[in-house]
């Protein structure tokens, strides 16, 4: 079961779940983009599209029916299956060869982010890695949601090739506010350079920006506790310093579980796992400091732009 964080208040009869979920007054079902959700009963109506999810280490996640590991007042379920955007989409009209080019890449971001999944609970299932961190890892790999061809709608994240720079990966949210129930419907877009989702790196970053898509869902998620007079200090609306930080950590995280030192960023350092947890906290925070220093030009004291600022009405 894939989660996120914990959700925002209700809005609306209609609305009536945390989530923000559509309430079907005919059925009584939520409708959830992927599935219904049958709260009576306190599980969905069908199964999980995740099917590979289960994990020795935790006898709920095999329960393809239930909602939230059995733990609603903690996390969230996602809403839905996240799109090919235009420059991964199969087109008949395409050549062979290009066709089998999208088809690659298309599988490689799969396989990468099935690969993080699987070291992370390798890792966890030895003892190697903390609940905490194993969450973590998680919790950004399924960020994106089930993958594209399976029953549902889309939920706002599309995965495609072609980052400014030769950057590794990139994540654009916008969030079109909906004067009606007072939220916002989120869209992510997230790409990665072609030949690094082909590379024996790309499950880092499929999880380092999958913090992001996290992050940019949980502030969706709070948008209606976030009012003119909180709206710089509450915890969702991070800035991009904030989510990078994010991402950095969990960063750290997988190529612990790897057993790997990050030799590009240098945010883990195998020799680190003989330190306390406080002491590798200082190291990874170090790290990331300078690194979001270096590369991006933001500080604790200039942050950059906030989710807040990517709202829109209407978004183009």
Same mark, same amino acid.
């Given at each position: 079961m894939t989660n996120r964080s914990r959700a925002g208040g209700c809005a609306g009869a209609n609305y009536p779940f945390l989530t923000l979920k559509e309430r079907d007054v005919e059925t009584g079902l939520d409708y959830f983009g992927a599935r219904y959700y049958a709260s009576t009963q306190g599980r969905f109506t069908s199964a999980d599209p995740i099917l590979s999810s289960g994990r020795p280490s935790n006898p709920q996640t095999w329960n393809k029916y239930s909602y =939230?590991? +059995?733990?609603?007042?903690?996390? *969230?379920?996602?809403? @839905?299956?996240?799109?090919?955007?235009?420059?991964?989409?199969d087109d008949p009209s395409l050549s062979d060869k290009e066709r089998k080019r999208r088809e690659q890449l298309r599988n490689a971001f799969i396989a990468a982010r099935d690969r993080a999944r699987a070291d992370a609970a390798k890792a966890h299932d030895a003892g190697k890695l903390s609940d905490e961190r194993f969450k973590a890892i998680n919790d950004a790999s399924n960020a994106y949601g089930p993958d594209p061809g399976q029953a549902g709608s889309d939920n706002g994240v599309s995965v495609g090739v072609g980052t400014d720079d030769g950057q590794p990966g990139s994540t654009d949210p916008t969030f079109a506010i909906n004067e009606k129930w007072n939220g916002v419907t989120p869209s992510i877009a997230v790409k990665f350079?072609?030949?690094?989702? =082909?590379? +024996?790196?790309?499950?880092?970053? *499929?999880?380092?920006? @999958?913090?992001?898509v996290e992050d940019a869902f949980a502030y969706a998620a709070a948008y209606s506790e976030i009012t003119p007079q909180n709206v710089l200090t509450h915890p969702a609306n991070m800035a991009q310093w904030d989510t990078e930080n994010h991402a950095f950590h969990v960063q750290s995280h997988l190529f612990e579980a790897?057993?790997?030192?990050?030799?590009?960023?240098?945010?883990?350092?195998?020799?680190?796992?003989?330190?306390?947890?406080?002491?590798?906290?200082?190291?990874?925070?170090?790290?990331?400091?300078?690194?979001?220093?270096?590369?991006?030009?933001?500080?604790?004291?200039?942050?950059?732009?906030?989710?807040?600022?990517?709202?829109?009405?209407?978004?183009?």
């Open positions: =939230t590991l +059995g733990n609603p007042l903690k996390f *969230v379920d996602p809403d @839905g299956l996240f799109e090919w955007d235009a420059s991964l989409k350079d072609a030949d690094f989702l =082909t590379s +024996g790196s790309a499950s880092i970053g *499929v999880v380092h920006e @999958g913090v992001h790897m057993g790997k030192d990050d030799k590009r960023w240098g945010t883990w350092q195998q020799k680190w796992a003989k330190l306390d947890v406080q002491q590798q906290e200082g190291m990874r925070q170090g790290v990331a400091t300078k690194i979001i220093r270096d590369a991006y030009k933001w500080t604790p004291d200039n942050k950059g732009w906030t989710f807040s600022s990517r709202n829109c009405r209407p978004c183009k």
